[in-house]
Nanobody, 122 residues
């Protein structure tokens, strides 16, 4: 099992930026772990949805259309941390943001953090 702790959320005006961090730990999680780290978000009254993902070893990324060109996912394997740089934020980006881990592309996201609130004011 992988433990995930998000940080970096807060209140920002539209057009502003925030960087979220997600620190991973666990008995079997390390720099050589194979799998995927992802960011998801859930706005009030809506289902949780995919934002971005990155392969832990290769660094290959994938984004939801709604954030392409504005958000960047990255990871620092030495620090066991994944980041989500969010630029040009919009009020519709307001949500609780979660990071998650999965071992294979055909498996579910089995490990989740507790979430961090991002609020974008207009």
């Amino acid at each position: 099992q992988v433990q995930l702790v998000e940080s970096g959320g807060g209140l920002v005006q539209a057009g502003g930026s925030l960087r979220l961090s997600c620190a991973a730990s666990g008995r079997t999680f390390n720099i050589y772990s194979t799998g995927f780290m992802g960011w998801f978000r859930q706005a009030p009254g809506k289902e949780r949805g995919f934002v971005a993902s990155i392969t832990w070893i290769g660094g290959n990324t994938n984004y939801a259309d709604s954030v392409k060109g504005r958000f960047t996912i990255s990871r620092d394997r030495a620090k066991n941390t994944v980041y989500l740089q969010m630029n040009s934020l919009k009020p519709e980006d307001t949500a609780v943001y979660y990071c998650a881990w999965r071992y294979r592309s055909d498996s579910g996201w089995g490990d989740w953090g507790q979430g961090t609130q991002v609020t974008v004011s207009s």
